[in-house]
């Protein structure tokens, strides 16, 4: 087995240690922040949070070139380049709070991380690494490396009092993460009357066949078809042909995390990890999940 790359666990280390802070900022944070991001989007006091915080934490760690996030118009030089003139270093883009609108509602959310070995706009392929934090009744984290996908939970350490310095416990609960061959569920985000009419007769069938799981957060709904086995799509809409859903910080890390996992992805017709991008704020219909459910979709928007 493959080495762990050190830079891409600091990476980890440094979004596991800022997991429960930022959590534990939430319930403070559920209000508009009066400005919007490069997306036209709505940003809230816990987006502008997490993006901070995670800017400083990921800044630091030696190895990392170049951070981005979807609250920000380009990238920042966080100047961790490991040889001389930078190069070596990775380029880092996360979603830092994703299915933010679910803090009105208090549901589920998440942080989305790719760990990048060129400069962004890059393709999935370019991806070392990716994972994502769960903030669900547990704090959970994915994390695909290149050599298998784990599950940790993450907790406060003992120091626990809501000081960002007091440490956090990781336990691995599953080191070999791979989607379940029975696959149970399904979650589609999008109104129906905007789909387009081949996705929605695909969408029928599955219907029929499987259990809906959808609250409106990217990275709770993929967590279902990871634990359970199943097929999640932003598609493409009627007035949104590229769907919703931003291919540096959401698509092309979650489609790595799958794929990794044994699953698959696609924009409609090939792989989430072949999509070349214009720009770093880019969107993409995305579709993951069981191979054989991607398969049919790709299908179904072929004919
Ligand atoms: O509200 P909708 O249309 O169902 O959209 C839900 C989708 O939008 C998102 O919330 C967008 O993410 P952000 O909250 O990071 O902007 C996804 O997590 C989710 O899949
Ligand atoms: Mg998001
Ligand atoms: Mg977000």
Redesign the pocket.
């Known amino acids: 087995m493959a080495e762990p790359d050190p830079v891409v666990e600091a990476v980890f280390d440094a979004v596991a240690a800022t997991a429960p802070t930022i959590r534990d900022a939430l319930p403070g944070r559920r209000v508009e922040s009066g400005t919007e991001?490069p997306?036209g989007?709505t940003v809230l006091a816990g987006?502008v949070y997490a993006d901070e915080l995670l800017a400083e934490a990921l800044g630091a760690v030696e190895g990392v070139g170049s951070f981005v996030s979807?609250e920000r118009p380009e990238a920042i030089e966080v100047g961790g380049a490991v040889g001389e003139g930078g190069e070596g270093a990775y380029a880092v883009a996360i979603?830092?709070?994703?299915?933010?609108?679910?803090l009105r509602s208090n549901n589920a959310?998440?942080t989305?991380v790719g760990i990048y070995d060129a400069p962004l706009p890059a393709t999935g392929r370019d991806l070392v690494a990716a994972g994502y934090v769960l903030y669900g009744p547990i704090t959970t984290m994915v994390v695909a490396d290149g050599s298998g996908v784990r599950e940790e939970v993450i907790e406060r350490g003992n120091g626990g009092d809501g000081d960002a310095d007091s440490g956090v416990a990781r336990s691995v609960v599953d080191d070999d993460l791979t989607l379940p061959d029975e696959p149970t569920v399904y979650g589609f985000?999008?109104r129906v009357p905007d789909w387009p009419d081949a996705f929605r007769e695909y969408a029928r069938e599955i219907e029929d066949e499987f259990k809906l799981r959808?609250g409106?957060?990217?990275?709770?709904?993929v967590n279902q078809v990871v634990t359970y086995g199943g097929v999640f799509a932003?598609p493409a809409l009627s007035d949104a042909p590229d769907g919703?859903?931003r291919l540096s910080?959401?698509a092309n890390p979650i489609a790595y995390i799958v794929e990794s996992m044994g699953g698959a992805s696609s924009d409609g017709s090939k792989s989430i990890l072949d999509v070349e991008p214009d720009g770093i704020h880019d969107r993409v219909p995305l579709h993951v999940g069981n191979e054989e459910l991607v398969d049919r979709l790709e299908s179904a928007l072929d004919g």
């Open positions: 991001n997306s989007e987006d979807e979603d830092p709070l994703d299915g933010s609108s679910n959310m998440g989305v985000g999008g959808y409106g957060a990217m990275v709770g709904d932003y919703k859903l910080f959401e």
